[in-house]
C-alpha cells in the first residue's frame, strides 16, 4: 500500500540519516561533534552517525558546550573556528560576546599513571588546555578540536536560539548548525550560592619547588613582580567565571616579597 511505501521510505532515510559520513565539502574536512564532557584525541576518528550540529540545553546565567572535532587526511592549515550570534524568538538574541571557541593543546608525552583512558593509537598525547582561538596547522589523519561554548545571560528570553559556527580550513569551510533551547529557570549568581566549588590550585607556597616555578614557565613573569599579579587576577577572574567560590591562599608566602 502506498502508506507501507511511505514508510519503507522514511526508514530507509532514517538509515542513512544515522550512517551518514561527518559533515564536509568534496576534498574538504570531516566534521562531527562530540560532548563537552567526552576526551578527544587526535587519533580519535568520527563513528558512524556522529552528529555534525551543536544542540544545547541551558538555564540562563549557564555556561553550556560541545566540542567540535575536525580531521582529514590531508595535511590542513589555517583551522579555526568562527562564532557569532544566536537568534532566538522575539528577535532576542545571544550576542557573540558570549560565545566562544577556543582550541584544545595537546600535551605531549602525558605519563600514564593508573587506571587512565588510553588513546584511540595507545599513545601518550592528550587534550586538555583550552587556548585562545588562533589558526592552526593539523597533519593529515590528524584531529583537531575545539571547545564551542555559550553563555546564557541571566535576564535572557527562554527559548529556542539557533545561528551556526564556521569551521575554517585551507581544506575549505564547514558550517556546523546550533541551537540552544533557553529555559526560565535561572542559576543565582555565584555570590548566592551555598555549594562550595573548589579545584586545587595554588600560586605561591604550598609547594615551593613546583608551585613557584610553574607560572612564571608557562607566562614569562618573574615572581612577585607586576606582571605576575596580572596573570593572578586573569586566572582568579577566570576560576570566579566557572563559579570556583573557594580557593587555598598562602597568606605567608603572599607575603613574602615585602
Excluded: C
Excluded at 564532557?37 to 558512524?48: E, I, K
Excluded at 593543546?105 to 599513545?123: F, L, R, S
Amino acid at each position: 500500500s502506498l502508506r507501507l511505501l511511505l514508510a519503507l521510505a522514511l526508514s530507509a532515510l532514517s538509515l542513512t540519516a544515522l550512517t551518514a559520513p561527518p559533515a564536509g565539502a568534496a576534498g574538504g574536512p570531516s566534521v562531527w561533534i562530540l560532548d563537552a564532557a567526552d576526551r578527544p584525541f587526535t587519533s580519535t576518528t568520527a563513528p558512524n552517525g556522529a552528529p555534525t550540529s551543536i544542540g544545547l540545553y541551558a538555564a540562563r546565567n549557564d555556561y553550556e558546550a560541545a566540542q567540535i572535532l575536525v580531521r582529514s587526511g590531508s595535511a590542513q592549515s589555517g583551522v579555526s573556528i568562527t562564532t557569532g550570534a544566536l537568534s532566538g524568538p522575539g528577535g532576542a538574541t545571544i550576542p557573540a560576546a558570549d560565545i566562544t571557541a577556543r582550541y584544545e593543546y595537546n600535551h605531549p608525552n602525558i605519563q600514564k599513571v593508573g587506571n587512565v583512558q588510553n588513546p584511540p593509537d595507545n599513545g601518550s598525547a592528550y587534550y586538555d588546555a583550552l587556548m585562545d582561538d588562533s589558526p592552526q596547522s593539523v597533519a593529515a589523519n590528524t584531529t583537531f578540536a575545539s571547545y564551542y561554548e555559550v553563555y546564557v545571560p541571566a535576564g535572557q528570553a527562554p527559548g529556542v536560539y539557533t545561528g551556526s559556527a564556521t569551521v575554517n580550513s585551507s581544506l575549505g569551510a564547514v558550517t556546523v548548525p546550533v541551537s540552544v533551547s533557553v529555559y526560565s529557570a535561572t542559576i543565582p549568581p555565584t555570590s548566592q550560592a551555598t555549594f562550595k566549588m573548589n579545584n586545587w590550585f595554588t600560586s605561591a607556597g604550598w609547594d615551593y619547588s613546583g608551585t613557584e616555578a610553574s607560572i612564571p614557565h608557562e607566562y614569562g613573569v618573574q615572581m612577585y613582580d607586576a606582571n605576575w599579579w596580572t596573570v593572578e587576577a586573569d586566572i582568579a577572574a577566570n576560576m570566579a567565571r566557572h563559579r570556583n567560590n573557594v580557593i587555598y591562599a598562602d597568606a605567608e608566602a603572599l607575603l613574602i616579597p615585602n
